[in-house]
């Protein structure tokens, strides 16, 4: 408390000096990141215009402004505290770079935040799921890759507190796995699995390869949102049936005998 207290005051002293920019002390995240957010460029265009706006009524604009406030405040924040890496003392300093790692972190963070937020939503995403994986191209070596998928995918529900439950598991002669199938319930679990449907595909020097050749191997991930239990009333009144019968030569048999029914939904004309 007392070394954050020490650094704010330091902060407004040497932001009234008139002295130049800072050189940027470390990265915001990845590359692309950077990029995503840069000054000038389209995303920061858009969330600024947001954040002047009133019109946010809605509840994901309105988190979505207020954390493109808090990002401006952490970035301002981190601006100020990078000045201190010019400071005499070496104390500060060290406090300063302490505290412009911590700043970044949270910067990374807020960006994450922001691009979740603005990814649309969808009335599947509080749905529960099943996850199917299947060994594709690459024989024994493409099995291995699968079962440790589906185990990372595993430890991952774990890892959100979700409910995971095998539902089919075929496991192969080298201890692989050629397909294997789990439900999975939790809290938006479909929202955060939803984007790991695909063709996966991995290169490595397989364990079942003696010359120490790198190999290709891939599997593939289905996400299948379940369908929320519904109870469906239909009223005999609205529906018509219509029986069939066979005719022509055959019989007793044939012509008594009710060979097809037409059910129709009235309201609907649905049959």
């Known amino acids: 408390m007392r070394s954050r207290l020490l650094l704010s005051v ?20 990845t590359p692309q990141l950077e990029e995503l957010f840069a000054r000038g460029g389209p995303l920061r265009t858009y969330l600024e215009r947001q954040a002047g706006s009133e019109s946010q009524l809605q509840f994901r604009g309105a988190e979505l402004v207020a954390v493109a406030k808090l990002l401006s405040e952490k970035e301002q924040e981190l601006q100020e505290t990078e000045h201190l890496l010019h400071d005499e003392n070496e104390d500060l300093r060290k406090l300063a770079e302490n505290e412009i790692t911590s700043c970044q972190k949270e910067i990374a963070q807020l960006k994450h ?5 603005l990814v649309p939503s969808e009335e599947t995403d509080e749905s529960d799921l099943i996850l199917e994986v299947t060994a594709g191209v690459g024989g024994q070596e493409a099995m291995l ?22 539902l089919e598991y075929f496991p192969s002669e080298i201890g692989g796995l050629r397909h294997a199938s789990a439900s999975i319930g939790g ?32 599997m593939t991930v289905a996400i299948l949102p379940q369908p929320t239990e519904i109870n469906l009333v239909i009223n005999p009144k609205d529906l018509r049936i219509d029986t069939k019968r066979a005719s022509g030569a055959g019989g007793q048999h044939v012509n008594t ?15």
């Not at 040497?14 to 470390?26: F, K, L, N």
């Not at 479909?190 to 050749?213: D, I, L, N, S």
């Not at 005998?257 to 049959?271: C, Q, Y």
Request: contains cysteine; glycine residues 6%; positive net charge.
């Open 145 to 166: 890759f699968t079962a440790e998928m589906f185990d990372m995918y595993q430890q991952y529900a774990a890892f959100k507190r979700w409910h995971f439950e095998t």
């Open 187 to 218: 809290s938006e679990a479909y929202k955060h699995m939803k984007f790991e449907g695909g063709v996966h595909r991995v290169q490595r020097v397989p364990k079942t390869e003696k010359q120490g050749r790198i190999h290709t191997s891939t």
């Open 10 to 29: 330091a902060r407004c002293l040497w932001t009234r000096r008139t002295i130049g920019p800072a050189r940027r002390y470390v990265s915001c995240g």
């Open 113 to 117: 935040q922001i691009i979740l937020l």
């Open 257 to 271: 005998t009710d060979s097809a029914v037409r059910i129709v939904h009235l309201p609907t004309d649905w049959n």
